[in-house]
């Protein structure tokens, strides 16, 4: 019983360190020439996902695990659609360019934020009074 919670704990916590360096990835390289822009609602997913991550960790309450997951997965959608102009000029090869390094480090990590969260909240038992 208690590896479950504590497994539940690990796999929250390392979503929570896969979010942070997807964020960190995201404000370092978000910005191209295809959107000059950050997506102000990719960071909020990014950011909700941390910080529900966090408490979900500290409080072990499931539905957080799972809300945790919502936001990255958030997040996630919302980092694609603000790269769109690059993958549509990659995919229909416009210019000739190639993702850039950056793009396959954010996207992976933010995905593994997203999975590690699911995994998070599927794994971790619920807390059970003791009487």
Same mark, same amino acid.
């Given at each position: 019983?208690?590896?479950?919670?504590?497994?539940?704990?690990?796999?929250?916590?390392?979503?929570? !360190?896969?979010?942070?360096?997807?964020?960190?990835?995201? /404000?370092?390289?978000?910005?191209?020439?295809?959107?000059? &822009?950050?997506?102000?609602?990719?960071?909020?997913?990014?950011?909700?996902? #941390?910080?529900? $991550?966090?408490? $979900?960790? /500290? =409080?072990?309450?499931? %539905? !957080?695990?799972?809300?945790?997951?919502?936001?990255? +997965?958030?997040?996630? =959608?919302?980092? +694609? *659609?603000?790269? @769109? &102009? +690059? =993958?549509? &000029? #990659?995919?229909?090869? *416009?210019?000739?360019?190639?993702? %850039?390094?950056?793009?396959?480090?954010?996207?992976? @990590?933010? @995905? $593994?934020? *997203?999975?590690?969260?699911? *995994? @998070?909240? /599927?794994?971790?038992? %619920? #807390?059970?009074?003791?009487?």
């Amino acid at each position: 019983m208690k590896k479950q919670k504590r497994a539940g704990r690990v796999f929250l916590l390392a979503a929570v !360190l896969l979010g942070v360096l997807a964020l960190v990835l995201y /404000i370092a390289a978000g910005r191209t020439s295809f959107d000059p &822009n950050y997506s102000v609602l990719a960071f909020v997913g990014m950011g909700a996902g #941390i910080v529900l $991550g966090i408490a $979900g960790s /500290i =409080i072990r309450w499931r %539905p !957080l695990s799972f809300l945790s997951y919502l936001s990255f +997965l958030y997040g996630f =959608i919302q980092y +694609l *659609v603000s790269q @769109a &102009n +690059l =993958i549509a &000029n #990659i995919f229909y090869d *416009v210019d000739g360019s190639t993702f %850039p390094p950056a793009f396959y480090a954010t996207l992976a @990590a933010s @995905a $593994g934020a *997203v999975v590690l969260a699911l *995994v @998070a909240g /599927i794994v971790m038992k %619920p #807390i059970r009074d003791k009487q």
